[in-house]
């Protein structure tokens, strides 16, 4: 299995182009479910999650064509007619938003068996939010040996909706089912993540009639059909923001382009009173550091536009070297501070308790061998090691691969010392 290879102490300096986020790119991938005509994606990452759903919405009849587009990589979607509504457990345990084709599946066909997602090394992340909302929608839920299935054999119907939390995955999810319900649905404490106001262009585009997403009541007015579109994917927030990290502990001057600061903006704060320099560009944002040591700062996660719980490793990493110490309150799920013990290989001295972690700042990280638990837990390995004395091996990169596109060749163009080594050896067993 492929690892990656750091020696760090190289400062960073140049320019990176940031991907189409992930994590709209794989619910509009599920929008084209919705429609018999195609749906072409344009900014779309190339990740090992896409190319995931791209498998199990083939197995659904979708034809899935990936190609190079003018402005970067395409891919068309196209389901004449849904062959299958079965999502097996196979392909929903390895990635759970796959869960996300139940709802457009309902919509479509009236009926759908997919895979329960099961537990996940961040915490338990139920989808009792995503059911409710289905029941709601009219659906018959029954759950037998792992599986929802589901039923609405004469179409979805509007209903009100009040999520108790915030659920990015429950509001996307009802989203993509009520487009096509008969009558109006409101979801009340809605998700208000940019990558629900990427969905609902994206919806509307085909043909729907969504309003309100970014805040917290959104309205769908049901529509009984929806058409294909060109849709362009917004700017990944979380890779935005982990290089953002990255440049800050290096050190140097990075201009992260095709992106959006305001999606990161509680960061950028954070990076700020920090001590590094952060220069809010057209189409981008620079971070420049001077090498002087930065400050500890406290953050704690939130729902947007607070803090995101995917960038709060990366500030960890960011925050071992810092001055002073640093608590960071984690509040969006229960069990993501599986980087710690990892982080601590490197030399870091952080302790934790319950939901908050303090991180007390060291001179300097050594490099080690360390091993990922999570996509943002290891890019968090990463940005440490960029930093760290010597040569830091991060094992398990098949972590990393899910969410950051080409990751060592984006760093490695502003100088880092960043190589994928390939093959057997490192620490890749579990
Ligand atoms: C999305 O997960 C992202 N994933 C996550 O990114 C991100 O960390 C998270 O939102 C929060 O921003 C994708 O978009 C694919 P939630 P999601 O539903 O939708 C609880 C990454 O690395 N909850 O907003 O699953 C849940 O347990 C990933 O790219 C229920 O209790 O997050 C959590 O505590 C990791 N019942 C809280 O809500 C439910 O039915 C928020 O989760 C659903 C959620």
Known sequence: MDRIVITGGARLNGEIAISGAKNSAIKLMAASLLTDQPLRLTNMPRLADTRFLGMLLRRLGVEVTEIEGEDGPETILHAPEVTSSFAPYDLVRQMRASFNVLGPLLARTGQAKVSLPGGCSIGARPVD?????????????????????????????????????????????????????????????????????????????????????????????????????????????????????????????VRLTRTRADFIQALLDKIEAAGAEVIIMNDGVTIKRNGARLNAVDIETDTYPGLATDLQAPFMALMTTANGESVIRETIFENRFMHVPELARLGADITVQGGEARVRGVERLEGAQVMATDLRASVSLVIAGLAAQGETTVNRVYHLDRGFERLEEKLGACGAQIVRVSGPGGADED
Do not use: W
């Open 129 to 253: 939010l995503h059911l409710m909302a289905m029941e709601a929608l009219g659906a018959h839920i029954d759950l037998h040996e792992g599986y929802v299935y589901a039923q609405a054999p004469r179409g979805l119907k509007g209903a009100e909706i009040t999520f108790p939390i915030a659920s990015v995955g429950a509001t996307e999810h009802t989203m993509l089912a009520a487009v096509l319900a008969k009558g109006t649905t409101v979801i009340h404490n809605a998700a208000r993540e940019p990558e629900l106001e990427d969905l609902e262009q994206c919806l509307n585009a085909m043909g729907g009639k969504i309003e309100g997403a970014g805040t917290s009541t959104i309205v769908i007015t049901g529509v009984s059909r929806l058409s294909g579109t060109t849709h362009a994917v917004i700017p990944d927030r979380i890779e935005t923001g982990a290089y953002a990290v990255a440049a800050a502990m290096a050190g140097g001057e």
